[in-house]
């Protein structure tokens, strides 16, 4: 086949199915190693039925029949026969080729593999003639479903001709209503007209009899007779002349038809909507924290979001989604699920209980990725509280609702894991500081996230006053912007905040569940990660200019590109390296690595840039390199991480 294919001059071999080019041996095609196991397998279907024994069920079979009754010949040296097997090459070959190209290979006798290699096979078969009963059960599968799709097709036309039917029986009845209605108003018109017509025409005959016998008398009769005509005729010519005639029209001729067909055709182009998505379960994907945990009594939710085969968002809604909460005594939990019309659901439970459960969501019945989860209710006394939550239950000092001090919120000493004093050998030295508790310019209220520009300015997101504040390097106010509300552009809980490598403010929303990108100026350009993220909290950029974004609520981290497009994201709820436990900020150093403080597990863990875990250091407890609960992180020019440790109110390098 190659040799028809390639010219004999051709230095170079083009594969026909994937068109990658090899270098051809000196001799051409000729010269190109052959296929020792599909000659094997060509050979054997070329051979007489009686070469091969009777009992021989299959290829492999055969192929030991043959290697019996005649035996393979080397291609390379004529008359030679293979009777060795080099690993390297994976091929047959004769004595000679052990003693020429594959002097060098490890070679054994043919016939010391030929079992191995026979029973490798045979496994090979085993394991995918296993898979005959999971293909089977998906044809069943597949076939069920396109006969449920045929089915409901066929409802869908029965329905749509139904529909047009009655719409079609409808007009017609509406047409000869208002045809009766126009015969009904032209003869009621027309009686008015009729009679008028007659009063007119008979006192336009009774004028002109009158006229013709009084002209007649004038012209042709005798004194007399005009004399005795004289008084008779002139009173009837008086009474005619001063006779009142319907000389007026006692009706108009006016009658028309206005159908309004605009809206109707518009009404008729839009009438009728079919509902479809192209959402399977198996690429569908369930997120958030109430997947694996749930608070006892507390409203838990989970966003699932559908996607195509192909992996490929679904952008629409109305896909057939439920969820199934069954305890471990098949007690079922009532879910809620809410359509969001651009291909998220939201499903809301509460748990009454502690304990495990078996959490199903099905997607036109077939699992979503994952399912079923592994649920475990707790008390909410038994978790953790993370920093705001603690801050909005501890009042303050002066006992109204407002500023709270960090000693107020600091756990005591008798909960730390160690016994170990704080030390801190290395002189504070406050360069400056800037900012008053207020609402104003330059004031804040539950101050978050903290970024620096390229070009010397400071950017703050002040989360309660819902904005992001500007101020110069030197601390001097610059700007402020941010409005207030749940649409694209607005502001509801900003948290995390970074300037990219254009100048672009990225901010990550916490309570709008996304992260809005705002120009150096503040006038919003887009938002990304809607519909994905459940809680960002930090948010950082890399080198290449992806987004990265700490998932507080998830419980795991997401890499966008600029535009939107998920790159990838990693970790889930847990302990271990790759696992967070409220996850709350991000840095990216000088190696393009995330750098992710983990609040719970009182920790710092380094990824990749592909989120592969590197390594991970501190533990819970308040001596030097130990943490309890860190927040905030950054990274600076030496690589030093720098972080916030927030239930022991200081800094750590």
């Given amino acids: 086949c190659l040799q028809n294919y390639i010219p004999p001059q051709s230095l170079t071999l083009s594969c026909p199915v994937c068109r990658q080019t090899s270098i051809l041996p000196e001799k051409g095609v000729a010269a190109l190693q052959n296929n020792f196991f599909i000659t094997n397998l060509m050979e054997v279907l070329q051979r007489d039925p009686e070469c091969s024994r009777p009992e021989a069920c299959n290829v492999l079979e055969s192929a030991s029949a043959a290697t019996a009754c005649q035996p393979l010949s080397c291609p390379n040296h004529e008359g030679k026969v293979m009777e ?50 999971q293909l089977t059960a998906a044809i069943e599968l597949v076939n069920e479903i396109s006969k449920q799709l045929m089915e409901r097709k066929n409802e869908a036309v029965t329905e749509i001709s139904n529909t047009f039917d009655e719409l079609e029986k409808a007009l017609h009845q509406r047409k000869t209503a208002l045809i009766t209605e126009v ?38 009769g005798s004194a007399t007779e005009v004399l005795l005509v004289q008084k008779q005729m002139g009173e009837r010519v008086s009474a005619l002349a001063r006779h009142s005639f319907p000389e007026h029209p006692h009706e108009n001729g006016h009658l028309e038809c206005q159908v309004e067909t605009d809206g109707l055709r518009r009404s008729i182009q839009n009438l009728g909507v079919l509902i479809t998505t192209g959402a399977v379960g198996h690429t569908s994907v369930a997120t958030g924290e109430g997947l694996r945990h749930a608070l006892v009594g507390q409203h838990n939710t989970v966003t699932v979001t559908t996607k195509d085969k192909d992996g490929e968002l679904v952008k629409t809604g109305n896909a057939a989604l439920r969820a199934e909460i069954v305890s471990a005594d098949r007690v079922c939990t009532e879910a809620d699920v809410v359509d969001n019309k651009n291909g998220t659901y939201e499903v809301g439970y509460t748990i009454r209980s502690e304990g495990e459960f078996t959490f199903s969501l099905l997607l036109y019945e077939q699992p979503v990725r994952g399912s079923p989860f592994r649920l475990r209710a707790v008390k909410p006394s038994d978790v953790l509280q993370s920093p705001d939550d603690v801050k909005r239950r501890v009042k303050s000092p002066s006992g109204g609702g407002g500023h709270v001090r960090q000693k107020a919120v600091r756990r005591p000493s008798s909960m730390y894991s160690t016994t170990k004093k704080k030390e801190n050998p290395i002189e504070d030295e406050l360069i400056y500081r800037l900012g008053t508790r207020g609402r104003d310019k330059g004031e804040f209220t539950n101050l978050q996230g903290i970024s620096t520009s390229s070009n010397g300015r400071i950017v703050v997101a002040d989360s309660n006053n819902q904005c992001i504040q500007v101020f110069s390097n030197d601390g001097q106010f610059k700007m402020r912007f941010g409005v207030r509300g749940r649409s694209p552009g607005q502001l509801q809980r900003p948290t995390g905040v970074t300037v990219d490598m254009n100048g672009d403010i990225i901010v990550a929303d916490y309570d709008n569940r996304w992260i809005s990108i705002f120009s150096s100026d503040g006038k919003f350009k887009n938002k990304i990660g809607a519909g994905r993220l459940m809680g960002p909290k930090g948010v950082a950029v890399d080198k290449n200019g992806h987004i990265i974004t700490v998932d507080n609520k998830a419980c795991c981290v997401f890499i966008f590109q600029s535009n939107g497009k998920l790159v990838t994201k990693f970790g889930a709820r847990g302990t271990s390296d790759r696992h967070f436990a409220g996850p709350h900020f991000v840095a990216v150093n000088n190696k393009n690595e995330i750098v992710v403080t983990d609040f719970h597990n009182h920790s710092v863990k380094v990824y990749n840039a592909d989120g592969e875990f590197l390594f991970k250091f501190g533990s819970h407890g308040e001596g030097n390199g130990q943490f309890n609960a860190p927040t905030g992180v950054a990274v600076d020019a030496n690589g030093n991480i720098i972080v916030a440790d927030w239930g022991n109110s200081r800094i750590q390098v």
């Fill in 84 to 133: 060795f097997y080099c690993e390297s090459c994976e091929t047959a070959m004769c004595l000679e080729c052990t003693e020429g190209e594959h002097r060098e290979h490890v070679t054994v006798p043919l016939r010391d593999v030929l079992e191995q290699h026979k029973s490798a096979l045979k496994n090979q078969l085993d394991a995918v003639r296993n898979r005959l009963p």
């Fill in 183 to 220: 015969e009904n108003i032209c003869s009621t018109k027309q009686k008015v007209l009729q009679a008028q017509l007659t009063s007119l025409l008979q006192g336009k005959e009774n004028i002109q009899s009158s006229c013709n016998f009084t002209e007649q008398a004038l012209s042709h």
